[in-house]
């Protein structure tokens, strides 16, 4: 019987494959990442030690058109079952309107490394860990329209079910936990989706945006059950709804990004709830030049303010780290080509000037040929021990990446 | 008998065949000068037969970008360009990148002005982001190859001087040979000579010396086709003299007047090149 609906579905899609036109390529890679400082909480040496293989399959036929990554890898520090549909999905494109049907990596607003408007998952422990960029991000399971219009572009996103950010693991990084003691510990994953809408077009020449976004924040929370004599602690994404905009155009020698967005945290709108994170205000200033040839300078002012601070003071709990009402960000990245642009040398900082947290990135990239490249970085990490970063500070690494492209 | 009226009329007739014989002497002696065209007129010409030609363009390129021992990597991406009017105005610029492996479905967009910087974006799919760039320095290197971002998609006439030197042979075309110095001290050369094929104004050689009078970089028209009537540079190269690396470019596939839309060059088809475009 499957053999038999197996051959009539090779026989209905037989046209279409006929027609289409198929691609398939992929790569072979080996990362590493070496502890710099200190071990692994579970005792191991690496961030990351893995080999992985990546296989796409990108078909096009007339206004269709699939495209399915998906990764194999071989975890060396413990992991099980590393198979991953990077993204999988189905595009249609008609005149003045487009869809896209499946896992999809979406990415909203200007920032580096800095988010404002940027609401879908990411996966800071590849970051962290020295992995490649493009692991930075995570697809989420999706149906994106867009629609063109003459006055504006829309683009609209419907997540029936909610994906969250993945954050650096336990077992690797040592994180701030202000309850240690406290074994029994459950995940709460929001029940629904969420939806979000971009609108964009060119005002007079600059690129302008509005992003609206109802759903969940993507880094999760937690709530003790029992603050006296907690005995499970239970880990939760609050709701979260988006109000921001973004602007982007040429300014003197460079260009000039500005971002701000509004962060109502719908489920503790009174700022009461001390598990909850505050309704926020973001703010990111960002500029860009090219002063000489193959050297790119980026400079980013990044601010956070909380909405209810003195419910926040109030309702935290005493023992329990203190935050500032505002939160100042400022980063630099340099990116110097050099022997035909083959070799890539990249340095990205950022300080905290609020809390002192800082993190530095230095990276060297070659491509020995066209299908082989290699890169070795670092990432240093530092502040308080509560700190986004600061909680990092024995977690520096020294990493490696090698990838053979087919 | 003739009236006075008459004797009048004769006496003007005389005039004016005096008259007409200083004009025509005049108009003898002006073809040469109207017909000999000025080093600015020359590279305004060339401009137009090589960067301009056609409402839209498309090709695509391959960039074989050799080093001195020979070693070889390469580019391969499809350009289409779009005039926004007449030959020395605004243009548009999409491009798609097929090679290297690491930057395949890479695309890159630019709005060009003559007179102002251009705009840039960039769709870099490992994140699925797209960027605006920085771009003030059109003197940089075109993805790592010898030609520059000006080699590829032209230099504004009005940034440097040009003047007509002599005539002059490259192979078996006659060539206007001009000379080009940059009024300002921001290029990265000290003049460029370039030599312009009389006949369909096509750059089939060019010349670039450092600012210490010093040959350094050497362009040459290496085939020129007829695509749809116009004559095109298909395959050139640029050679670096001074550390021996070179880039050789063939344009295949190529077509003008294709009607590309100009809804092409939006955000949109930047996350999302259409096929029909980028084969």
């Not at chain 1, 609906?5 to 990362?31: D, H, I, K, W, Y």
């Not at chain 2, 000025?38 to 839209?56: H, I, R």
Request: proline share 4%; aromatic share 12%.
């Amino acid at each position: 019987m499957s053999r038999f609906a197996a051959v009539c579905t090779a026989l209905l899609l037989a046209p279409l494959a006929a027609r289409a036109e198929v691609a398939l390529s992929g790569f072979l890679q080996q990362n590493t990442a070496f502890n710099a400082v200190a071990a692994n909480p579970d005792g191991r040496h690496s961030k990351w030690l893995e080999e992985r293989a990546q296989l796409k399959l990108d078909a096009t036929g007339g206004a269709w058109r699939l495209l399915a990554k998906g990764d194999l890898a071989l975890d060396h520090l413990g992991r099980q079952d590393q198979s991953e549909l990077r993204e999988g999905y189905v595009d249609y494109t008609a005149g003045n309107w487009d869809m896209r049907v499946g896992r999809q990596v979406i990415t909203w607003g200007l920032g580096d490394l800095v988010f404002v408007n940027d609401v879908f998952p990411k996966d800071y422990e590849a970051l962290f860990a020295g992995r490649p960029l493009e692991y930075l991000k995570r697809g989420v399971d999706a149906v994106k329209l867009g629609a063109y219009p003459e006055f504006a572009n829309f683009e609209l996103v419907l997540a029936p079910g909610f994906r969250e950010s993945r954050i650096p693991n336990a077992n690797r990084f040592h994180l701030y936990d202000p309850m240690p003691a406290v074994a029994n510990r459950e995940t709460i994953m929001p029940g629904e989706g969420d939806v979000g809408l971009r609108i964009y077009r060119d005002v007079a020449g600059y690129d302008a945006a509005l992003y609206l976004y109802r759903g969940f924040q993507r880094t999760p929370s937690m709530r003790p059950d029992n603050m006296t004599a907690p005995t499970k602690i239970s880990t939760f994404y609050p709701q979260l709804s988006l109000y921001g905009a973004s602007v982007s155009g040429r300014a003197g020698e460079g260009v000039l990004s500005l971002e701000a967005a509004y962060y109502d945290s719908r489920q503790d709108r009174s700022g009461n709830d001390f598990a909850v994170p505050n309704s926020q205000t973001r703010l990111l200033a960002g500029y860009q030049i090219q002063p000489v040839e193959d050297l790119s300078l980026g400079f980013q002012y990044y601010a956070e303010a909380m909405h209810d601070y003195g419910a926040y003071r109030a309702a935290l709990p005493a023992g329990f780290p203190v935050e500032k009402r505002r939160s100042h960000t400022v980063t630099a990245r340099l990116t110097q080509f050099f022997l035909h642009q083959t070799l890539r040398l990249s340095v990205y900082a950022s300080y905290n000037a609020s809390n002192g947290d800082d993190f530095v990135n230095p990276e060297l990239r070659y491509s020995f040929t066209d299908r082989v490249w290699g890169a070795v970085g670092a990432n240093f990490f530092g502040g308080k021990s509560w700190g986004q970063f600061g909680q990092l500070s024995r977690d520096d690494n020294i990493y490696l990446q090698v990838r053979y492209q087919f | 008998m003739k009236t006075k009226f008459q004797r009048r009329l004769m006496r003007e007739a005389r005039y004016a065949v005096t008259k007409r014989w200083w004009i025509w002497l005049i108009a003898g002696l002006l073809p040469l000068q109207a017909f000999a065209l000025t080093g600015e007129e020359v590279m305004k010409k060339s401009q137009a037969a090589f960067l301009y030609p056609g409402k839209d363009f498309k090709a695509r390129v391959v960039m074989k970008l050799i080093n001195k021992d020979g070693q070889e990597r390469v580019r391969e991406l499809t350009m289409l360009r779009k005039n926004a009017g007449e030959p020395g105005g605004d243009q548009r610029y999409f491009m798609y990148f097929f090679q290297p492996a690491d930057v395949k479905d890479m695309s890159f967009m630019i709005y060009k002005y003559p007179a102002k910087d251009d705009d840039r974006w960039i769709f870099i799919p490992a994140i699925n982001m797209v960027k605006r760039i920085a771009a003030q320095d059109r003197r940089s290197s075109f993805v790592g190859s010898d030609f520059t971002y000006e080699d590829v998609s032209g230099r504004d006439l009005e940034d440097d001087n040009h003047a007509f030197e002599r005539e002059e042979k490259i192979g078996s075309r006659d060539c206007y040979l001009v000379k080009s110095t940059p009024k300002g001290t921001d290029a990265d050369f000290g003049y460029k000579l370039t030599w312009v094929d009389k006949a369909n104004f096509l750059p089939l050689k060019e010349e670039q010396y450092d600012k210490r009078g010093a040959r350094y970089k050497l362009f040459t028209a290496d085939e020129v086709a007829d695509i749809q009537g116009v004559p095109t540079v298909v395959k050139r190269s640029m050679k670096n003299l001074q550390s021996g690396h070179r880039t050789e470019v063939a344009y295949l596939k190529t077509g003008y007047n294709l009607g590309i839309e100009d809804s092409l060059f939006s955000e949109r088809f930047l996350r999302q090149p259409p096929r029909k475009w980028v084969d």
